[in-house]
């Protein structure tokens, strides 16, 4: 497989939808769309580097945009690749077992404290139910603890630069070496 899959992963204000947007800032300036079956994104200028979801200024980009049912599509799409590419994912459309061992994703869990989490919530003017939110962390906990993942926090600008720096050094590097 040509395609090496970065997948940011984490619990609802942890920082995904920003570190997405400085990585669309590096790579996607000038970026073309595609489409595959239910599988869409953008691709960069070169083709070198692609973002599944939809990226259209929404308050929830991203993944959350595709259909329920992209999963198909996303890993005919990421195995079709013929030039050595990265791919960028986040959200939690896709964040099954099934879809990151087929695609052979390097997952990248984010978090923040108890405390940040409230204040962003509350900054954005979330409407998203308590049993929702606490869904997802549990589906985020049960995941890490069940394969093993560790998380990077993102409490501070900082800690985002600090993860957002180290997702685009790996996305060059991989490009970058034959």
């Known amino acids: 497989m040509n395609a090496k899959v970065i997948y940011v ?3 609802p204000a942890s920082g995904k939808t920003t570190l997405f947007k400085g990585i669309r800032e590096r790579f996607f300036s000038r970026s073309i769309e595609f489409r595959k079956g239910k599988a869409r994104g953008v691709q ?9 979801g939809v990226f259209d200024g929404s308050t929830f ?3 959350d945009r595709l259909s329920m049912t992209v999963i198909d599509d996303a890993i005919s799409y990421i195995k079709g690749q013929k ?3 990265v791919i960028f994912i986040e959200g939690d459309r896709l964040f099954n077992f099934r879809f990151l061992n087929e695609v052979r994703a390097s997952v990248i869990l984010i978090d923040a404290l108890p405390e940040i989490l409230a204040e962003r919530h509350k900054a954005r003017g979330d409407n998203q139910t308590e049993t929702f939110l606490q869904s997802r962390r549990s589906k985020v906990e049960n995941f890490a603890r069940k394969y093993n993942i560790r998380r990077a926090y993102n ?3 900082e800690d ?3 993860i957002l720096k180290f997702i685009i050094k790996i ?3 991989y490009v970058e070496s034959i």
């Not at 960069?44 to 599944?52: I, V, W, Y």
């Open 61 to 63: 980009e991203g993944t």
């Open 171 to 173: 996305a060059e590097e």
């Open 160 to 162: 985002g630069e600090r």
């Open 9 to 11: 992963a984490g619990v």
């Open 83 to 85: 030039e050595r590419t």
């Open 44 to 52: 960069s200028e070169d083709g070198r580097f692609k973002m599944l």
């Open 155 to 157: 409490n501070t600008p």
